[in-house]
Each structure stands twice: as structure tokens, then as C-alpha cells.
């Protein structure tokens, strides 16, 4: 697809985004004309446990745009960071995927591995591995997903990397971090965790751009893409990357 054609797709198919009320933010959904043409653009994709849900974006101009919300039909362990292996828990956290991470004969049809642990969960001693992003609708620590979702989510993941996307983020809430739901939840055990995920949460809800993500001292540090390149990274710093 042409850069020319995509500018034209992009003018004349603005209109057509319509609003999705989410709690007290607002996700605009584009047409499927602008989203076919979309595919190869770079991705980003959220997932939200309580809801089941997970999105599927793509860039458009300066900002991502969602382009698919998938139900999930399973995940384990409740609501909650995965901490030890064998808990049966799906992770939680910001994570960071490139074409390694990507297993397209998995025996659950396709599969994406969301990278766990990352640099937190490693500094943690979190363990656990082979968690996935996957088909076949069942699960034990994973995000299973219908086989015609997973094969949407990852025809538009392998296009994106494919054409030049060098790593896609996947950020995993144990739900939409709205200021009611943070009030509703805060009394859980995991409350401390879940402060740490939020400013990433808010930050795209206001800026259509995923939050630049570090792990400093054991703590997620969340900050603009643009701070992040400019400021020198201290030793004790790590980005958080697929292992």
C-alpha cells in the first residue's frame, strides 16, 4: 500500500470513526475500510482482565487507534500479578514483544508469548515462563482467544513487525484503571502493584500513545515516549524487554 493511498484513507475516513464510552474515557473505533488498509502499520495492544477483553490498535498519524476488541474466553488465577510458576495466574504488567516472541504452529492454533518475565518481574524473582497470547479457547496461565481472533491479533502483530515495527508493547490491567475502579479495588492485597500500572493506563487514555516504560529499584517508572529517549538510562535502569 502506497503512503499516498494510506494519507487519502486516512482524510476521507476520519468521519467515520464513531465514540465507545468507556467509564469516563473515550475510545474511537475506525472504519473497517481504513482498518484493512491498515494492516502493517505499527500496533499496540492492551488487555483488561475483569472485562475479558483485549484491544488490538494501530497508528494512525500521531496516534494509535483501536482497530479490534476481542473477548477473552479464559485466563487463570484471578485478578493479580503472576508470581510464582505452577500458581496458574495470567501476568499483569508492561510487556514487550518482538518476531521471537511469535509461534505461529503452536499447538493452540497461533501463539504470541507475552514475554514474561520482564525486567520487574525478574527483579522480583517472579517465575514462570511460556506464557501466551493463544487460540483454542482454554487456558492454565494464558490469554486464550477464539482461533479466528488470535488469527486477526496475530496477522496484525507478525504484518507490523514485519514491515519495520522493531517491538510492540502489550500492557495487561487487571482491569480499566478508571479513578472508580481504583476506589473499588483498594482494599486488595495487590493495590500497592496496581498504583504502579495506573499512570500507563492514563497516560494512553489521554495521549493515544503508549507509555515509556522502565523498571528503576524494583518499581515500574512510567514516563513520555520523548523523556525516555532524551534522558540518559542509569545503570540501575532497565527497560523492560522480552527474555
Request: glycine share 8%; hydrophobic share 35%.
Amino acid at each position: 500500500m502506497s503512503k499516498i493511498a494510506l494519507l487519502f484513507a486516512m482524510l476521507f475516513c476520519i468521519p467515520a470513526f464513531t465514540s465507545v464510552s468507556y467509564a469516563s474515557e473515550q475510545t474511537q473505533v475506525i472504519s473497517n475500510e481504513l482498518k484493512a488498509q491498515l494492516l502493517g502499520s505499527p500496533v499496540f495492544i492492551q488487555i483488561f482482565k475483569e472485562e475479558r477483553t483485549l484491544e488490538l490498535y494501530a497508528q494512525v498519524g500521531s496516534e494509535y487507534r483501536l482497530i479490534g476488541s476481542y473477548g477473552i474466553c479464559n485466563f487463570s488465577g484471578g485478578l493479580g500479578p503472576k508470581r510464582v510458576e505452577g500458581d496458574f495466574k495470567s501476568p499483569e504488567g508492561f510487556y514487550t514483544i518482538d518476531s521471537r516472541n511469535l509461534q505461529p504452529n503452536s499447538h493452540y492454533y497461533r501463539a504470541i508469548n507475552v514475554g514474561f518475565p520482564n525486567a520487574y518481574d525478574q527483579s522480583r524473582g517472579y517465575s514462570g515462563a511460556m506464557l501466551m497470547i493463544h487460540g483454542d479457547c482454554r487456558s492454565i496461565g494464558c490469554y486464550a482467544m477464539t482461533d479466528s481472533y488470535i488469527a486477526e491479533i496475530y496477522r496484525y502483530v507478525e504484518a507490523a513487525l514485519r514491515n519495520g515495527q522493531g517491538a510492540i508493547k502489550i500492557h495487561i490491567y487487571p482491569f480499566r484503571m478508571t479513578q472508580a475502579n481504583m476506589q473499588r479495588h483498594r482494599y486488595s492485597t495487590y493495590y500497592s502493584f496496581w498504583q504502579q500500572l495506573q499512570p500507563g493506563y492514563a497516560f494512553f487514555a489521554e495521549h493515544h500513545q503508549p507509555a515509556a516504560v522502565a523498571v528503576v529499584n524494583g518499581q515500574y517508572v512510567i514516563g513520555t515516549p520523548m523523556q525516555m529517549t532524551r534522558t540518559p538510562v542509569p545503570s540501575q535502569l532497565a527497560l523492560t524487554q522480552p527474555k
